[in-house]
């Protein structure tokens, strides 16, 4: 794993129909994400805040009205793209989020860089939701549903989203902690290859033994490793920031499980942290928990764990 962790700040939120994730990146930085990494003896560069890039404003969505701030979706995407693609050179690129919609310019721009090492990119996608919907498919309209429909290259996106220099294997993606499918997205996933794991198969195999042949795999072809983390993957009890709220979801120690064991893979170079939405919040909670994630995924043992007093 990189010793070098490079901060980039997304700060979208058009992705989600609501206000809030904009705050997100900043509401990481005062919960100490750089302290926390440069304690575990990584070299940190904050890149500060981007911005979106000017987008044409793109043809309709083949008649899709319900889809809201595609043109500035589109602008994010490619910002995105070619930031990640730049850090991914330098060190581990760990994004700032804002909304999960931010995925489809961090997964395109890994996608280029793995193709031009001639290694291949693996996806732990840790999220409540597969986020598969095209632009057809989607009935909210809320773009932060399609990314990983986009960087696998599913139809419909053609003309509207940057081209994909190297589409996603969906072969190589695994998702964690899945329990809200829409209909459409549950037929791309049947045709798509993705591994699924959703809470019920977690519920009875547990994280371990589901998480520990995806990442075998990793090591027996020499993959990189892109990690999504969306807020809404944890239970709402411990992790109330975020607008998309699924009961169910994974509980303190079995977090912390899947970071240790993606530490100990050591194969980890990219990540992201999304959907933190600070104006749903209590008193930075669920800010501090993601950190502390991080921490984890980074090299903090249990035994290095501090005590806080709140």
Known sequence: MPRTCILLGAPVQEGTGRLGCDMGPSAFRAAGITSTLRDLGYEVIDRGNLAPADAPAPAPAHGNAAIKSLREVVGWTKVLSEAVYEASAEGLPITLGGDHCLAA???????????????????????????????????????????????????????????????????????????????????????????????????????????????????????????????????????????????GGATFREAHLVMEMLHESERVTSLDLVELNPFLDERGRTARLMVDLTASLLGRRVLDRPTRSY
């Open 105 to 247: 310019g961090t997964l395109s721009g890994l996608s280029r860089r793995a193709a031009e090492l001639g290694r291949p990119l693996f996806v732990l996608w840790l999220d409540a939701h597969p986020d598969l919907h095209t632009l057809d498919s989607t009935e909210s309209g809320n773009l932060h549903g399609v990314p990983m429909a986009y960087a696998t290259g599913q139809p419909g996106f053609e003309g509207i989203f940057p081209p994909l220099h190297a589409p996603l294997d969906p072969s190589r993606v695994c998702m964690m902690g899945i329990r809200s499918v829409d209909p459409a997205e549950r037929r791309t996933i049947a045709r798509s290859g993705i591994t699924v794991h959703d809470m019920r198969a977690i519920d009875e195999f547990g994280f371990a033994a589901l998480l520990r042949p995806f990442l075998q795999r990793v090591e027996d072809e020499d993959g990189l490793l892109h990690v999504s983390l969306d807020v809404d993957f944890l239970d709402p009890d411990i992790a109330p920031g975020v607008g998309t709220t699924v009961p």
